[in-house]
């Protein structure tokens, strides 16, 4: 069974940094391309970033680039989203994704989903 579980969420005032990971296990990490997402309150779901597999093409939502990072580790099967200059309107729970062949990610659907990790931006 696959499982995708994110940590290092929290809060943090405006202009700071926060890291999250994102670990996955119970299937094989080659090929999968991994994301991540954020939903605010009353918001609905919101691309941020993805990674494909080799770990060199990435994507990022345009309100977060230039700012967020997210890089990954094949051989520990885990995910980084390094988030810095932090603003209020990045308060949300964000959430990691995985996706294997056949792709679904280009429609922004991914097969397994973790169960988020909220980041709270203080003024």
């Known amino acids: 069974q696959v499982q995708v579980v994110e940590s290092g969420g929290g809060s943090v005032q405006a202009g700071g940094s926060l890291r999250l990971s994102c670990s996955i296990s119970?299937?094989?990490?080659?090929?999968?391309?991994m994301g991540w997402f954020r939903q605010a309150p009353g918001k609905e779901r919101d691309f941020v970033a993805r990674?494909?597999?080799?770990?060199?093409?990435?994507t990022y939502a345009d309100s977060v680039k230039g700012r967020f990072t997210v890089f990954r580790d094949n051989a520990k099967n885990t995910l980084w989203l390094q988030m810095n200059s932090l603003k209020p309107e990045d308060t949300a729970v964000y959430y990691c994704?995985?996706?294997?062949?056949?792709?679904?990610?280009?429609?922004?659907?991914?097969?397994?989903w973790g169960q988020g990790t909220q980041v709270t931006v203080s003024s």
């Open positions: 119970g299937r094989a990490f080659a090929g999968v391309v």
């Open positions: 990674i494909l597999w080799n770990g060199r093409s990435t």
């Open positions: 994704t995985a996706d294997w062949p056949p792709y679904g990610f280009p429609q922004n659907e991914y097969d397994f």
